[in-house]
């Protein structure tokens, strides 16, 4: 149960986001581009488990994408403002096909199932 309010919490997240990408008006080819950009906060594995999964978990929260996007609306600077939804976009795809924060011991475990 938990786990599937999780699931379903990604893709709102992922669908509300597409929404408000949709309604700025930015280039498609853009998000498209960008979507998978996160991933490379996976490069932190190289160094070990611990590390890896600490920068991993910094790039899969919410927090920075968020307050880029709030300093994007405050700033009133549209490119920002696509790279945070895309951003947030990314992260919520990722939670609804079940990939989540990582834990230390090793990069097939997370908070929301072991893939």
Same mark, same amino acid.
Do not use: M, Q, T
């Given at each position: 149960m938990n786990k599937?309010? $999780?699931?379903?919490?990604? $893709? %709102?997240?992922?669908?509300?986001?597409?929404?408000?990408?949709a309604s700025i008006d930015a280039s498609w080819w853009l998000f498209f581009l960008c979507l998978f950009l996160p991933d490379l906060f996976m490069l932190g594995y190289v160094m070990n488990n611990r590390i890896g999964a600490l920068i991993y978990n910094i790039g899969h929260t919410y927090v920075f994408?968020? %307050?880029l996007l709030i300093l994007s609306v405050s700033l009133n600077l549209d490119l920002l403002l696509a790279?945070? $939804? %895309?951003?947030i976009a990314h992260i919520g795809m990722d939670r609804t096909v079940g990939y989540g924060l990582k834990y230390p011991s090793q990069f097939k475990e997370t908070h929301l199932q072991k893939v």
């Open positions: 599937g309010l $999780l699931h379903l919490e990604g $893709l %709102i997240v992922l669908l509300g986001s597409l929404y408000f990408y994408p968020f %307050i790279l945070s $939804l %895309i951003w």
